[in-house]
């Protein structure tokens, strides 16, 4: 038995030395969130040992990820190795399913950053979504956006690839993330800074990106594992080689969205409506959360702004990418690959220079063109029933030593609104609309997808020369105390650009039906809205012993809006994502005016077990309140024995104090009797009160 246990602790330290051994960076600024690695691609399993993590929109819900694995692949044809070793096609890899290890060698991963964040802080202690590191030598006031990943890799066929990942937090363009590629002939096939190839001419040359998605991850729980794989994903495609009445401007992408699902017959799924709970998941999804909102009403996309023509050309080439096809995710060439099996490579070069299919995924599926009433199985014909993956690739280029090419690709994410998705769920689960009329609602998000595209182009052919939000407070801390909420921030008006106010938005356990009951990223509302010479904000207006979160903007100048972009004069806002709490704070019941015995432990007993899911405390594990208690005390907890091992010092002004059940070392107590002494700071009073904790 402790054989076995050694096993299985080295296996799992095994797979997760694998997915640690690249940096990964968030792009996190706007509402659509993804993570990227410094070894060039986010292949499966790359960041967490998570299937279905990234692509995140709208980010400040849980459980959005609709990325499962990412791919880039460079090949070129007549291939001569240092060694000699001549093949009629090389192609080096990373992901969607290999690590990129030997293929792919990082040099620099760096992000940049026009300012510094905002510490966020609620009771004392910091509180982020993400985990992003900034250190002043990573700011660059002058940045053109609001971050910057750079990212440069070499790879073993000589070619030095550079990518600029870029975002922005302007509300009309902060669902789409950027990435410039610069690929090198280099000559430079390792980590080093040494030119192996320094007079190494490449024939033939693609750059070829493979992706996976699910749309969207918290609906795999509701409707079966295999929809997390995208076992149900449609394709489409625009800008082809072919006109399409929706795409004017001919532009050019390939986009997903959530289609049949047919191992799920109890409802029709198009949108994925949630009529219940996700069982035997640990209550992703909650019972307040099942009117029938629409989970997964958002579409995804890849757009190309710019290919170049050639090494010598660097103007766009309008038949970029010359591939754009689809394929089945569980292929074989997805599987295993190395850049030294010449029958394995000369079936990849095959399908990244395979060019457009004579029929689009959504086409095959649905020949009919009627997305609202689908009939089939989006995965037919797939490998494993596994779904497919879309596919870009970019050439054929011929790259002399030193050539380079460009490449500029937008993702976007988009969809209706999360109100919109609660009314028409809502409404199909209450039986007040048709299945039909609700995927028409749904797919209906395809629009905002294009109309994001739309805006990403326009930006582009402007330099991204948008309107710069102001800056947001550069601290932000939310305190619980007695009979309130206190709010308190700092701004420097020098730094930040003109600011006419502040915007605090609010949200609480207490939410409107159709949210989660016990999280933090309900609908907001605005609490307040403040001049731009507040530094404080008193939430009052709110229900005791309720756990609430907050975000606060700084609201600029109104500037004037674009029809034509489907963008109204507005007053310009930094980003919620800036200064958001993620944490919960409370207005505690204001404190007595002096001890009495009136002092309770709530709960008493407190019995661990009996209260897995912290239904008296939600999302906050192992607490406990010191209620009916002067707002300055202090408060002792001793063992039955008599040794102290906590002390608690109250001085919020409110009657309520917490506990987390653990030493002043930071250790969980153990089962038994406790012993609180409270004394009060003003009068000397003291109280003591016991109570019993059952794990």
């Not at 002058?142 to 509300?171: C, H, P, W």
Request: proline residues 5%; charged residues 20%.
């Amino acid at each position: 038995m402790k054989l076995k246990k050694i096993i299985i602790l080295i296996l799992f330290s095994a797979f997760f030395t694998l997915n640690a051994q690249y940096v990964n960076k968030w792009m996190s600024v706007g509402t659509l969130h993804n993570w990227y690695s410094e070894i060039g691609g986010e292949r499966e399993h790359g960041f967490q040992p998570i299937q279905q993590f990234g692509m995140q929109w709208p980010a400040q819900y849980n459980y959005q990820d609709m990325q499962c694995a990412r791919g880039l692949w460079i090949g070129a044809k007549n291939f001569t190795e240092l060694e000699g070793t001549f093949r009629d096609f090389k192609v080096v890899h990373v992901g969607p399913r290999v690590t990129g290890a030997d293929e792919f060698f990082p040099v620099k991963f760096e992000l940049k950053s026009d300012f510094m964040p905002t510490p966020v802080f609620v009771d004392g202690v910091e509180s982020y979504s993400k985990f992003v590191e900034i250190t002043e030598e990573d700011v660059d006031e002058n940045l053109f956006a609001d971050r910057v990943i750079y990212n440069e890799v070499n790879t073993q066929m000589g070619i030095t690839m550079k990518r600029k990942i870029f975002q922005f937090s302007n509300e009309y363009h902060n669902n789409y993330i950027v990435t410039e590629y610069t690929f090198i002939n280099s000559g430079n096939i390792d980590g080093d800074a040494e030119i192996e190839r320094p007079n190494n001419p490449l024939e033939g040359v693609y750059f070829y990106f493979q992706g996976r998605y699910s749309i969207v991850r918290e609906v795999r729980f509701l409707l079966g594992n295999s929809a997390g794989w995208g076992v149900n994903t449609m394709l489409d495609a625009r800008g082809d080689g072919r006109v399409d009445a929706d795409n004017p401007d001919n532009l050019r992408f390939q986009f997903a969205w959530h289609g049949k699902y047919n191992d799920f017959n109890e409802y029709d799924n198009i949108g994925a409506p949630i009529f219940h709970p996700d069982e035997g998941w640990g209550a992703v999804i909650d019972d307040a959360d099942t009117v029938g909102r629409l989970g997964a009403a958002q579409f995804l996309g890849l757009m190309t702004l710019h290919a170049d023509k050639s090494p010598n050309d660097p103007s766009d080439d309008p038949s970029q990418p010359s591939t754009t096809f689809y394929i089945s995710s569980d292929h074989k060439i997805n599987f295993n690959n190395s850049a030294f099996n010449d029958a394995r490579m000369a079936e990849e070069y095959e399908w990244i220079s395979k060019g457009h299919p004579n029929k689009r995924h959504a086409e095959l599926i649905e020949p009919s063109g009627n997305y609202a009433q689908p009939q089939n199985d989006p995965s037919k014909g797939s490998q494993n029933g596994a779904g497919y993956s879309m596919a870009n690739g970019y050439g054929p280029y011929d790259m002399a030593p030193g050539d380079s090419v460009r490449i500029v690709i937008v993702e976007a994410v988009a969809g209706i609104s999360r109100d919109k998705a609660i009314e028409v769920g809502k409404k199909f689960k209450d039986g007040v609309i048709s299945a039909l009329e609700k995927n028409e609602i749904a797919l209906s998000g395809k629009d905002s997808l294009f109309q994001t595209f739309k805006r990403a182009k326009d930006a582009y052919d402007n330099d991204w020369n948008l309107p710069k939000p102001p800056l947001p407070p550069s601290n932000f801390t939310v305190q619980s105390a007695g009979g309130r909420i206190d709010l308190s921030w700092e701004f420097d008006p020098s730094n930040g650009g003109a600011v006419t106010g502040f915007e605090i938005y609010r949200t609480s356990t207490e939410q409107v039906v159709g949210y989660a009951s016990n999280e933090y990223y309900s609908k907001y509302e605005l609490a307040a809205t403040l001049p731009a010479d507040a530094r404080t904000f008193q939430d009052t207006a709110i229900s005791l012993n309720t756990a609430y979160y907050y975000y606060i903007q700084a609201i600029g100048n109104e500037i004037p809006g674009n029809p034509a972009l489907n963008i109204p004069n507005h007053k310009i806002k930094s980003s919620r994502f800036f200064a958001q709490t993620y944490a919960p704070a409370t207005k505690k019941t204001p404190g007595a005016d002096k001890l009495t015995s009136n002092v309770r432990v709530v709960p008493n007993p407190y019995i661990i077990s009996a209260d897995p899911n912290n239904l008296l405390y939600p999302g906050e594990e192992n607490k406990l309140a010191f209620v009916n208690i002067p707002g300055e005390c202090t408060i002792k907890i001793y063992s039955e024995i008599g040794e102290l091992i906590d002390t608690i010092n109250h001085n919020d002004g409110s009657g309520a104090a917490f506990w987390y059940s653990t030493t002043s070392s930071n250790q969980f107590v153990v089962s038994g009797l406790y012993i609180a002494v409270i004394t009060d700071d003003k009068t000397g009073d003291r109280e003591i009160v016991k109570f019993v904790v059952i794990r």
